[in-house]
């Protein structure tokens, strides 16, 4: 995954409300393929103009401890991040990865709250599966069966009873699968990444007037469940087919809420600015978009609601549901 400095430098914005607090409740490290984003990529992002104070780290398979016993060896990814600059750093929580299915869960869970110095905030096991991942860039390899397995909602549960937020990734059509889950574990605190990842490739190519609807739909009946938080942003990764990653230069902040503002007042409509927070998702959404720039499309898109709302959408709501 290319980071694409030169390409994205294309477009300079002045910062708009400078001054406002964020809180930046997903993004990722790591260095694979010959893309390196780690906390010093992260750092000149964050630090390029926007008053980023705080972020969440999500998993995403990054510094497994190999030496570990399978069922253990994400322990070492929070603990990797919790030690990063001396546990002082921009990183407030950590969403960890452990299989919420296993029986020795209670194992995992406890060895991952201590390497987390404090900082463990939940656990992301992605439920992203589809019949066709050869036409994704970014593939979701789960069972397709994930949310409704009793063991694994088992899990879940577990996580409400320690006080630990389930985070996720899906994709669209798998809406009234999440749905059940959020009402069949209703004491846990869910978080749903990325619009439930809208696909605009393979076979959704050209079908985004078709899905809309039915997506506004599906987010009106899950924002009946008081347990499910919403994060507002993911949506400029290659698979959701908006194709600015293909373009000569990248979207403006103008461009970028032209394009997807519907998408996220409908959001806000339904779960209310208390249960929406704004995200980046870097460097995935990076291939699309440079980071001054997104947070300008975000406060452009935030600017019709009033100061109440704004905090709660860029810190707020991030603080109260990862205990920040």
């Known amino acids: 995954m290319e980071l694409r400095e030169d390409w994205l430098a294309q477009v300079q914005e002045d910062i708009i409300d400078p001054t406002r607090e964020i809180v930046d409740p997903h993004h990722h490290l790591w260095t694979r393929d010959g893309a390196v984003y780690e906390l010093d990529q992260l750092n000149a992002d964050i630090g390029a103009g926007h008053n980023v104070v705080q972020t969440v780290y999500v998993e995403c398979h990054s510094y497994y401890d190999e030496s570990a016993p399978k ?3 994400p322990v070492g990814e929070v603990a990797h991040v919790a030690g990063l600059n001396g546990g002082g750093g921009p990183i407030a929580g950590i969403i960890g990865r452990a299989n919420l299915s296993d029986p020795r869960l209670g194992e995992i869970l406890d060895a991952m709250q201590t390497a ?13 599966h589809d019949s066709e991942p050869e036409k994704l860039a970014i593939p979701g390899r789960y069972p397709p069966d994930r949310y409704a397995d009793p063991a694994f909602r088992r899990g879940v549960a577990e996580l409400g009873r320690r006080g630990l937020v389930y985070d996720t990734w899906h994709y669209h059509h798998q809406a009234d699968d999440f749905l059940a889950l959020a009402q069949a574990v209703p004491d846990t605190v869910m978080v749903l990444d990325h619009f439930g990842t809208p696909l605009g490739v393979g076979r ?9 609807p039915r997506w506004k739909d599906d987010m009106t009946a899950l924002a009946d469940c008081a347990n499910v938080r919403a994060k507002l942003g993911g949506m400029a990764m290659p698979d959701n087919g908006w194709g600015w990653n293909l373009r000569e230069r990248p979207p403006t902040s103008d461009e970028f809420v032209t394009a997807q503002g519907d998408w996220y007042h409908h959001m806000i409509a339904c779960f209310g600015p208390e249960r929406c927070m704004f995200e980046s998702n870097f460097p995935v959404d990076r291939t699309s978009v440079s980071y001054p720039v997104l947070w300008n499309a975000f406060k452009k898109i935030a600017a019709r609601y009033d100061d109440a709302a704004q905090q709660a959408m860029f810190s707020g709501t991030a603080r109260q549901t990862y205990g920040l």
Do not use: N, T, Y
């Not at 987390?116 to 992203?128: V, Y």
């Open 204 to 212: 959704f190519a050209g079908q985004r007037e078709a899905i809309f």
């Open 116 to 128: 987390g110095r404090g900082k463990l905030s939940g656990i992301r096991q992605a439920g992203a």
């Open 71 to 73: 069922h253990l060896m």
